[in-house]
């Protein structure tokens, strides 16, 4: 059951009066209900934003969302505050994505307030709830986030995204700043929740082993791209992008004598810069198989096996 339809997304960001930093790029896919849907790519690739773009928090530069199959304008109030009782994010940074001089009672409740869900006393047993659910008590309701250690902030975090009993999360790198030893904490009440409240997440990250482990499917993506869609683990057992390959190959492999680790390029070179990108595809730069063709023509996204779609002009030839 599709819950979210992305077609043709990109966005675009002006820079000075002359550039434009393609921030992402025509990206098409769905996310199905109940499922988590991993989102990996270098730092820049455009991961957070397309995560934004979904959320509603940045309007698309072309491109349509549909919710249930049901186009969303998000340049209409009426429809973006509807949308935004569905879709709810989960930030990256736990310290600076709460705001310091509210209760943390305050800050879950705010979102049920602003979508009228409920009187007042029921809001307040709905935060001690909230709490209890995260692994926190109702007595941190009068308490400042300055108060928690990073994995209670997240978890605060995690209440108020649940607050308003969205169907779809977006959670943008959300262990990515807490210790290790919190980091499965996180990731297993992630887990947990998603069981006991049928949530769809749109987990981004850029460590592929927590991607492998939380996800149903992986979206790799690249300057903004979108250049490999596959269940989590088909991508594993037959990667098809030389880039998802490269990304895979930093990644400890438990098997040294893996067959499959001899074929794996290592990467090398930065990523090109987003503003004004050449024509061809984005990863021609940095691509051992690359040729005039890769230079001049961007290649589809297109399905090569069955549920596995790859966007290169030679997946089947000379990357296998
Ligand atoms: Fe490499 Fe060409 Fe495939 Fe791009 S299209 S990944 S440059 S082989």
Redesign the pocket.
């Known amino acids: 059951e599709k819950l979210i339809t992305l077609e043709h997304i990109s966005k675009h960001f002006h820079v000075g009066k002359k550039q434009t930093l393609v921030a992402v790029n025509d990206i098409t896919m769905d996310i199905y209900k109940g499922e988590t849907l991993g989102v990996v790519g270098e730092s820049g690739c455009g991961k957070s934003t397309l995560g934004r773009v979904v959320m509603g928090i940045y309007h698309p530069t072309k491109g349509v969302i549909k919710y249930r199959e049901k186009p969303v304008d998000l340049k209409r109030t009426k429809d973006r505050f509807a949308y935004s009782e569905k879709a709810q994010i989960i930030f990256q940074d736990p310290y600076a994505s709460l705001d310091p001089r509210m209760t943390v009672g305050t800050i879950i409740s705010e979102g049920m307030e602003i979508h009228n869900m409920y009187d007042a006393k029921k809001r307040q047993e709905r935060v001690y709830e909230l709490l209890e659910t995260v692994g926190l008590n109702r007595e941190h309701a009068n308490r400042f986030p300055h108060e928690f250690s990073g994995g209670q902030r997240q978890r605060i975090g995690i209440a108020r995204a649940l607050a308003i009993e969205p169907e779809f999360i977006v959670c943008d790198e959300p262990i990515s700043a807490l210790d290790v030893s919190i980091q499965s904490q996180i990731i297993n009440l992630l887990k947990e929740l998603q069981q006991k409240l049928g949530l769809t997440y749109m987990f981004i990250a850029h460590d592929l082993n927590i991607v492998k482990y939380i996800s149903d499917r992986i979206a790799v993506m690249y300057l903004g791209n979108l250049l490999e869609l596959a269940n989590s683990d088909e991508i594993y057992s037959h990667t098809l ?3 998802s390959k490269a990304l895979l190959a930093a990644v400890p492999i438990p098997d040294p004598d893996k067959e499959a680790q001899k074929k794996i390029q290592v990467l090398s070179g930065d990523v090109p810069s987003p503003i004004n990108p050449k024509p061809g ?1 984005p ?2 730069s940095r ?1 051992p ?2 040729d005039d063709t ?1 230079r001049t023509k961007s ?1 589809e996204l297109r399905e090569v096996r069955p549920n596995h779609f790859v966007a ?4 089947e030839v000379e ?1 296998n």
């Open positions: 992008h030389p880039y595809c990863f021609a691509c198989y690359a890769c290649p290169c002009h030679k997946v990357t």
